[in-house]
């Protein structure tokens, strides 16, 4: 089955800099690839995502990048501000058929004022 | 996109009891899933709640401890059966739009159980 492994475990920038998580994944008929940001006592909250025809995908700050050779994605944040100070989740599904997404383990961003 | 309620978002219980989570999207939605979520931790897939059929588990979860039950396109609910304070975690339901225009699936806030 599928496996997402995600890094860092934890990050910590200075507001302003920029932000990178990675992750890799094992199935390559994967094709959908969403990024979830998790605040405390909240809900995962969806921020960005994209789909195995795309390389690159931009939402104002944030952007995602997939490499299918490599089996590799990573989110990007830019102009880092305290409010993203939160546990971003990444995560890989066939996006059809069972439609079962499985997340890494999460990365701990923290922005410093 | 979908809004996602649950109920109820925290509670305390004690051993041996059973709590039922109701979650609530605000849109008719082809497929609802139950995640368990530890502290600090990633989101553990309990089970895919099927509208007019069985729940589907994952490895390690069992109906008669989590049963769930999917009446119709809006609405699940989860009980935590006879409850041991191994299962304090969030709760969490999820909902996918498949069939909707876009792949995606969303999150309500959670609900977060302590069991003493």
Redesign the interface.
């Given at each position: 089955g599928e496996n997402v492994e995600q890094h860092p475990s934890t990050l910590s920038v200075q507001e302003g800099d920029s932000a990178v998580i990675k992750c890799t994944y094992s199935d390559s008929a994967s094709n959908y690839f969403p990024w979830y940001k998790q605040e405390l006592g909240k809900g995962p909250q969806l921020i960005i995502d994209i789909r195995s025809n795309v390389g690159e995908k931009k939402d104002q700050r944030i952007a995602v990048t997939l490499n299918k050779t490599a089996k590799h994605f990573s989110l990007h944040i830019t102009e880092t501000q305290p409010e993203d100070s939160a546990v971003y989740f990444c995560a890989a599904s066939l996006g059809t058929g069972g439609f079962k997404t499985i997340f890494g383990a999460g990365t701990r961003l923290f922005v410093k004022a | 996109s979908a809004v996602?309620s649950q109920k109820p978002s925290r509670d305390i219980c004690q051993r041996g009891t059973s709590l039922t989570i109701q979650c609530q999207v605000d849109s008719q939605v082809t497929?609802m899933f139950w995640y368990r979520q530890q502290p600090g931790?990633?989101?553990t897939?309990i089970a895919?709640a099927n509208q007019g059929s069985e729940a589907t588990y994952e490895s390690g979860f069992v109906i008669d401890k989590f049963p769930i039950s999917r009446p119709n396109l809006t609405f699940s609910t989860l009980t935590v059966s006879n409850m041991s304070p191994e299962d304090s975690s969030i709760y969490?339901c999820s909902a996918?739009t498949?069939g909707q225009g876009a792949?995606?699936?969303?999150?309500?806030?959670?609900t977060r159980l302590l069991v003493l």
């Open positions: - | 996602i497929m931790q990633s989101l897939l895919t969490l996918d498949r792949e995606t699936q969303y999150f309500g806030p959670g």
